[in-house]
């Protein structure tokens, strides 16, 4: 299952909370895994009734304070406290090693007692994997403005979860969504209100039309824009354009895959 701790994303709504920054875990029979924990993270978890140190691993995907300001902390609550070498902190070449480069400088995210806390701590570049108990993470490109950000495939038992992270849309994005059987998609903006290096609806659209096994969407990482316009209704316009149920993500609930 897959449960949103935040469905707020992007500098407005971060801080602002006007929706909550926590990212999101994905709950399979063996693992918990926290995938971009931003601000609030631990304590939306809290709130919405659920355990802040069942998780085996913190994920994240590119070094914007949105994604990863409570990295630290959740890396905490994975080692009980710092006490137990355990769990894994997967993440960017920049949210791991840092990145310093013409397109500014990014990372690390994590101080170097952190780092040493898991069991182990992997950076992944677009095409390689690494297997967390049952599930298996495939890193996939972005186009953002952190140039090492990823997204990922997640190989589950029976299903395939693309995430996308933050990316504006190319053709990669098409590519990674065809096979897949459910879209988690960072919509930042509403209807066809594109910026750069971000999704809008309509590029999810064109996703979700060109996939050809998916049986679910999760929208999230939702911008001021798009909460003012109604992530329910961007969602539901959505499903009638592909026929693919598709949900707006909502701050502390969980969610069936
Ligand atoms: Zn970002």
Do not use: W
Not at 157 to 185: H, N, P
């Amino acid at each position: 299952m897959l449960f949103f701790v935040g469905s707020g994303g992007g500098r407005f709504a971060m801080i602002t909370q006007t929706r909550r920054t926590g990212g999101f875990r994905l709950e399979t029979e063996e693992v918990s895994i926290h995938f971009d924990p931003g601000p609030g993270a631990l304590l939306a978890t809290r709130l919405a009734g659920r355990s802040t140190t069942a998780v085996d691993a913190v994920v994240v995907s590119h070094a914007h304070p949105d994604h990863y300001t409570e990295a630290e902390v959740v890396v905490e609550a994975m080692t009980r406290g710092g006490i137990k070498n355990r769990g894994y902190f997967v993440g960017s070449a920049s949210a791991v090693e840092g990145y310093k480069g013409e397109e500014g400088s990014f990372g690390p995210v994590l101080s170097d007692y952190h780092r040493s806390l898991p069991e182990a701590t992997v950076a992944l570049e677009p095409g390689d994997t690494f297997t967390i108990g049952d599930v298996t993470l495939e890193a996939t490109p972005t186009v953002h403005g952190d140039p090492t950000g990823v997204g990922f495939r997640v190989e589950l038992e029976d299903d395939l979860l693309y995430y996308t992270s933050d990316t504006e849309l190319r053709g990669f994005v098409i590519d990674a969504a065809e096979d897949a059987t459910i879209l988690v998609a960072n919509v930042t903006r509403p209807g066809s209100d594109r910026i750069r290096g971000h999704l809008c609806t309509s590029d999810l659209v064109e996703v979700v039309k060109e996939a050809r096994d998916l049986r679910k969407v999760f929208m999230t990482h939702f911008g001021m824009k798009m909460i003012k316009r109604g992530p329910g209704r961007e969602a539901n316009s959505v499903q009638k354009r592909t026929g693919v149920t598709t949900v707006a993500a909502r701050d502390g609930h969980v969610y069936d895959l």
